[in-house]
């Protein structure tokens, strides 16, 4: 069938960086095929394990890397991941803040901006930005607080950019909901992290 036909093109094209790179401006009226086939990649949850490292390959082109980051430490601290509402962009905070702090460091920055073109791309879904901690501290207030405030920065960021915030919610978790086990710094390591959730899952029975 047709369709069938265009998803395995789309699955078969090979982009190379110089017809693509995000767009310069926003708003300059042409979306470039990246940014397309990044969100219907995105708007397909059920196929994000499979295409994971499509999509951070896509997201994350070599020469938007920070010069002092490794395509090993992206890939060992980003997660693509399938959930009932969507799909979730997972960052660890070695990706975005300095250790304790909820200021977004530069490299952050040039992170979080591949994102804003897909972002603007899919506009009808809603965005929710949830922060997480490890277990050291347990559930003291601290945690949670610190949780709070790095979903905040991002959702700062993206608002700066120039999403809407109307579409863009807030949590902080502190150390409920670990992804990993606390009991090594790896576990740990990942634990602290911020997920973007992309609500592209259309709302079943009427309700929104």
Same mark, same amino acid.
Not at 179 to 207: A, C, D, W
């Given at each position: ?5 265009? *998803? ?13 790179? !995000? ?6 009226? $042409?979306?470039?095929? $990246? ?41 060992? &601290? ?20 300095? =250790? ?10 040039? =992170? ?19 922060? /997480? ?6 559930? &003291?207030?601290?945690?949670?607080? =610190? ?10 960021? !993206? ?5 809407? &915030? ?10 409920? /909901?670990?992804? !990993? ?8 390591? *990942? ?15 009427? /309700?929104?």
């Amino acid at each position: 069938s047709m369709a069938s036909m265009d *998803q395995s093109f789309l699955t078969r094209v090979t982009i190379t960086p110089a017809e693509l790179g !995000f767009l310069a401006k926003r708003g300059a009226g $042409k979306v470039t095929a $990246k940014v397309t086939l990044v969100s219907e990649l995105l708007e397909r949850p059920w196929e994000v394990m499979d295409k994971q490292n499509r999509i951070k390959d896509l997201l994350f082109p070599d020469d938007v890397l920070p010069p002092d980051m490794d395509r090993s430490t992206l890939d060992e &601290n980003l997660k693509v991941l399938a959930k009932p509402e969507g799909v979730a962009l997972v960052l660890t905070d070695k990706l975005l803040f300095p =250790l304790g702090e909820y200021e977004l460091d530069d490299n952050a920055k040039v =992170l979080l901006y591949q994102f804003i073109p897909v972002l603007e791309y899919l506009g009808a879904a809603d965005i929710n930005i949830s922060g /997480y901690t490890d277990d050291v501290g347990g559930m &003291n207030p601290s945690n949670f607080e =610190l949780s709070g405030q790095r979903a905040m920065a991002v959702l700062t960021y !993206f608002v700066e950019q120039g999403i809407p &915030n109307q579409r863009l919610t807030v949590s902080g978790y502190g150390p409920t /909901y670990p992804m !990993f086990s606390n009991t090594t710094p790896e576990g740990r390591g *990942q634990n602290r992290r911020v997920e973007i959730l992309i609500k592209t899952t259309p709302h079943l029975g009427g /309700y929104s």
